[in-house]
């Protein structure tokens, strides 16, 4: 079973700096790997998406990349803003997985500190 | 955009009902799915289906069951509710096959069974 990671459980940053969230896991036959946002008591957003065969993402502000080989995504924000304030969710799909289902990290809490 | 709906935000029901939770898409989705996410403990998956009539197993389905009659629509059912399954509850749907398609959440159903 794929087991997926997420370092730091919380983080807490001033308005305007970079930063850097990270999601490792176990097993590197992946189909795909998927970047979430939740807020408070709501649903989850989806932010990038990263194929297998893919190695960044990039929407706005927001990069992803993927290095299969190692384990490890990372979500790259830059100039965070307090909006940014929410959980993070990081989602992997298995290649060859029938039950098609993606396997979740526990999250990072991010604060952006006006 | 692909709209996943969960037909109620928040619910109150007493130990012992019978509970439906109903959610939504309208993308022509095979796969669908249904979590429960509790702090600490991340995303749980109950049951997922990925096809009419067809369901499987999750990490956690004792208390619950399913129920799809139509691709778009998939039912979560509490037989007998317990306090113990006071949670927040997510649908997702996905494609079976795209390596550049994810999963697509409801904005979730906040339970609690008194």
């Known amino acids: 079973k794929q087991e997926v990671t997420q370092i730091p459980a919380a983080l807490s940053v001033p308005e305007g700096e970079n930063l850097v969230l990270n999601c490792s896991f176990t097993?590197?036959?992946?189909?795909?790997l998927q970047w979430f946002r939740q807020d408070p008591g709501k649903g989850l957003t989806s932010l990038l998406l990263?194929?297998?065969?893919?190695r960044e993402q990039t929407s706005g502000r927001l990069n992803a990349s993927l290095d299969k080989s190692s384990g490890r995504s990372t979500l790259y924000i830059a100039a965070s803003q307090p909006g940014d304030s929410a959980t993070y969710l990081c989602?992997?799909?298995?290649?060859?997985?029938?039950?098609?289902?993606?396997?979740f990290g526990t999250g990072t809490s991010l604060t952006v500190i006006p | 955009d692909v709209k996943v709906t969960q037909s109620s935000r928040y619910l109150v029901k007493r130990t012992g009902e019978k509970v439906f939770l109903e959610c939504v898409q309208d993308?022509?989705?095979?796969?669908m799915f249904w979590y429960r996410q509790d702090p600490g403990l991340g995303l749980r998956l109950i049951y997922f289906?990925?096809?009419?009539?067809?369901?499987e197993k999750g990490d956690i389905p004792e208390g619950y069951s399913v129920s799809r009659e139509k691709k778009e629509r998939f039912s979560l059912i509490l037989e007998s509710a317990s306090t113990n399954q006071t949670s927040m509850y997510l649908c997702?749907?996905?494609?079976?096959?795209?390596?550049?398609?994810?999963?697509?959440f409801g904005s979730g159903t906040r339970l609690t069974v008194v």
């Open positions: 997702a749907s996905s494609p079976i096959l795209g390596r550049a398609y994810g999963y697509t």
């Open positions: 097993d590197s036959a992946i189909y795909n």
């Open positions: 990263i194929q297998s065969s893919q």
């Open positions: 989602a992997v799909r298995l290649d060859g997985d029938t039950g098609n289902q993606f396997y």
């Open positions: 993308m022509d989705h095979e796969n």
């Open positions: 289906s990925y096809d009419v009539k067809m369901k």
